[in-house]
């Protein structure tokens, strides 16, 4: 899997002087990073997360009863 990373600050050799940060592949149904290796699910609403769908369709079936 092709990783994409925001480079952090480098001293004069070129040697990272912090971690690179991992960037977010996508975007959920509430504006939530998802990152490589997350799981998620795709809905009629967006991405939702794995450890989100619960909440998810909690608020999808009481929005279904209104």
């Known amino acids: 899997m092709n990783q994409r990373f925001l480079k952090g600050s480098r001293d004069s050799l070129g040697v990272p002087l912090e971690p690179d940060e991992l960037l977010p592949i996508y975007y959920d149904w509430e504006g939530e990073a ?3 290796g997350e799981e998620y699910y795709e809905t009629p609403d967006g991405k939702v997360l794995a450890d989100n769908i619960e909440d998810y369709l909690g608020r999808r079936l009481v929005a279904g009863c209104e």
């Open 34 to 36: 998802i990152y490589p």
